[in-house]
């Protein structure tokens, strides 16, 4: 089963389960473990049909990248979006639609902790550049608790090229970048709207900053000069829910 994707941590392997139980091929049980919340995984196992292993704790750590809480699961790969798929799901869209772009988020944990945020604040895709990015591997789905499961992860060939086909869409681009002057709150997040993070530490490149309608920045008040990256996505995001709700009342 080494074509086989490993899937660990029981938010991660639940939200398989509930949204794509035929990707499971079987869960590995830690012997001896049965909390709470492994007896409600294990029910909801049951209920799909799937193939329960018991295993020793040291071939669980053997099969996990990092804290498994007593269960791995195999999974059929999965697949990233495609720009073609990005664009069906914004021809189906009944509301303004909101995008999380990352321009170079090579950090694993940095980008499960977007997509955690991009669910939480109902962001529609998160886009990432195909070559420059951090992969969905097991260590992302374990950050995002879930959020891998059910915000599309679009990886794109060409950034700017995506970005300007946003644009023509209707949608609005609005990058980060500490020398900006205008605030995040400045910005009209009701429209259709894209926002834009740069990569940990170098922010946005060249090419991306020059196809934003938009640049912001974060005020800061303290000694440090910036957020990491996923912090500021969530602040941003969640400008964007507290525009769009305040409009809808």
């Not at 990248?65 to 269960?71: K, R």
Request: glycine fraction near 8%.
């Amino acid at each position: 089963m080494s074509d086989l994707e490993r899937v660990f941590g029981v938010h991660a392997v639940q939200a398989l389960i509930e949204r794509h139980p035929k990707r499971v091929k079987r869960l590995l049980v830690q012997s001896g473990r049965l909390n709470e919340r492994l007896q409600g995984l294990l029910a909801q196992a049951e209920q799909a049909g799937l193939a329960v292993v018991r295993v020793a704790g040291d071939e669980l750590d053997a099969q996990a990248d990092g804290v498994h809480q007593g269960v791995v699961a195999e999974v059929a790969p999965s697949q990233l979006w495609s720009e073609e798929m990005l664009g069906h799901l914004l021809d189906r869209l009944e509301v303004p639609p909101l995008l999380l772009v990352l321009d170079g988020v090579t950090d694993p944990h940095n980008l499960g902790a977007c997509l955690r945020s991009a669910d939480a604040a109902g962001a529609h895709a998160v886009v990432v550049p195909r070559d420059r990015s951090a992969s969905l591997n097991p260590t992302v789905r374990k950050v995002a608790c879930g959020a891998a499961e059910t915000v599309p992860l679009v990886a794109v060939t060409n950034l700017s090229r995506t970005l300007k086909q946003l644009q023509q869409r209707g949608l609005w681009v609005t990058g980060t970048a500490g020398e900006a002057e205008q605030l995040i709150y400045d910005v009209d997040f009701k429209v259709p709207s894209v926002i834009v993070m740069g990569a940990e530490g170098v922010g946005m490149r060249r090419l991306t900053r020059e196809h934003c309608d938009y640049l912001v920045k974060l005020p800061m008040a303290g000694s440090v000069s910036s957020l990491n990256v996923s912090v500021a996505a969530g602040v941003c995001l969640f400008e964007a829910v507290r525009q769009r709700t305040t409009s809808a009342r």
